[in-house]
């Protein structure tokens, strides 16, 4: 009698508990693999300001640069470099500081650039 209690109480209560587990697990990996799903930062150059203008030398420019982190996870990046072209020229260079990006926000930051030759940047 003790070996059918056992089987009933199996049959009852472990193999649904596991089968709702199994649903659980599955569930949660349709939703990771979909909403979870890493996307790329949206980079956007919000204004430019030109502090020095010399036509002989170089002119600087400080650009305000926005990034928006679409991801639900924040992650971390190393140095970051900024190059500006001008009719397909490379004209200037900016590097900026490692740095976090939280998990939907946006970052502001701004960078300094140096363009080697005024003739190639306007």
């Known amino acids: 009698?003790?070996?059918?209690?056992?089987l009933g109480f199996m049959k009852r209560f472990v193999c649904?508990?596991?089968l709702l587990l199994l649903l659980a697990a599955e569930i949660i990996?349709?939703?990771i693999l979909t909403m979870f799903h890493v996307k790329d930062p949206i980079m956007?150059?919000?204004?430019?300001k030109v502090t020095e203008f010399n036509p002989i030398g170089n002119t600087t420019?400080?650009?305000?640069?926005s990034?928006?982190?679409?991801?639900?996870?924040?992650?971390?990046?190393n140095?970051?470099?900024t190059t500006l072209y001008y009719r397909g020229i490379m004209v200037g260079e900016a590097r900026g500081p490692?740095?976090?990006?939280?998990?939907?926000?946006?970052?502001k930051d701004e960078y300094d650039h140096e363009c080697d030759y005024s003739a190639h940047c306007f």
Do not use: R, W
């Not at 009698?1 to 056992?6: D, F, Y």
């Not at 956007?44 to 430019?48: E, K, P, S």
């Open 44 to 48: 956007q150059i919000n204004n430019v």
């Open 98 to 107: 490692p740095g976090k990006a939280k998990a939907k926000a946006h970052n």
């Open 16 to 18: 649904p508990l596991a």
């Open 1 to 6: 009698m003790a070996v059918h209690q056992k």
């Open 61 to 65: 420019l400080i650009t305000d640069v």
């Open 29 to 31: 990996g349709v939703v």
């Open 67 to 77: 990034m928006k982190n679409p991801n639900f996870a924040s992650f971390e990046y």
């Open 79 to 81: 140095n970051t470099t």
